[in-house]
């Protein structure tokens, strides 16, 4: 007589956390297209749709261009695993997650990297520069937070929220980036814009003269033309297109 069958982790959920697992695996595995992981470490999370405040965050000790729907683990608040899962996670890793995700109803995905040139940037007095058209959209919405050691103090969480308040990017002074979407796809276009912005930045106090800063005035005005010109679309639009470029890559992250 044959064992009996073990469902699939899609068998388990809804198909509304299946898409969630997807589009998160898919950000991990873009992460890693782009050269943005750090070994094992840092974490995307995503909030799990439903009632309950449930979320969904990498296996610990998985690569991240290894991370597939079906790996990531299911956690609550607390870090703990709410659903049988073979993998462990790295609690103290969902240290600063846990504390946006608690604080802001509208931050379903949470993308915290170690980028070089997000680091570079952070470790700076001034932060991001208003020198690219790029930094102009996390301009408009940015936050800074002191470095106060390895993110494993729970005191440390309602500083952290005080400094974010309702921004959606936020430079973790000699640390990293963050930033947080409604989506996967938000939270992984408002990174590659962070990101490139402070890389172009890194380019450009390379070249040894002075810099010219767009002016204030200007800056304030793109911060309004800007959530005109995306009309909330903009992660929307490019997402399809990046969930295709996996898929000619590898399709696996969809198991």
């Known amino acids: 007589m044959s064992a009996p069958r073990r469902s699939s982790i899609r068998e388990q959920v809804s198909a509304e956390e299946w898409q969630a697992r997807v589009d998160l695996a898919a950000a991990y595995r873009l992460v890693a297209l782009y050269g943005w992981d750090d070994l094992i470490f840092t974490h995307i999370s995503a909030r799990v749709p439903g009632a309950d405040h449930h979320f969904l965050l990498n296996p610990y000790g998985l690569m991240f261009e290894e991370v597939t729907a079906s790996s990531l683990v299911k956690i609550d608040l607390d870090g703990q695993k709410v659903m ?3 993998y462990a996670i790295n609690p103290a890793g ?6 946006v995700h608690a604080a802001r109803q509208d ?6 990297l170690h980028t070089d040139y997000g ?14 058209q790029q930094a102009m959209f996390p301009l408009a919405s940015l936050a800074y937070h002191d470095y106060e050691g390895l993110a494993l103090n729970e005191d440390e969480k309602p500083r952290l929220v005080a400094d974010l308040s309702d921004k959606n990017y936020m430079i973790l002074r000699n640390h990293g980036l963050l930033t947080i979407g409604k989506n996967a796809a938000e939270a992984f276009l408002s990174m590659y814009i962070l990101q490139h912005a402070c890389k172009i930045q890194i380019l450009a106090q390379s070249g040894g ?6 002016a204030e005035p200007i800056v304030n005005l ?3 033309q800007l959530s ?5 679309q903009g992660a929307q639009l490019a997402w399809p297109g990046l969930l295709r470029k996996l898929d000619r890559i590898d399709s696996s992250f969809r198991d």
């Open 84 to 86: 049988a899962s073979a």
């Open 94 to 99: 969902f240290t600063i997650h846990s504390a």
């Open 107 to 112: 931050a379903l995905c949470v993308m915290h």
């Open 119 to 132: 680091i570079a940037v952070s470790a700076q007095q001034d932060g991001l520069l208003p020198i690219s």
């Open 209 to 214: 003269s002075e810099l010219h800063r767009v």
């Open 222 to 224: 793109a911060a309004k």
């Open 228 to 232: 005109a010109v995306t009309v909330g």
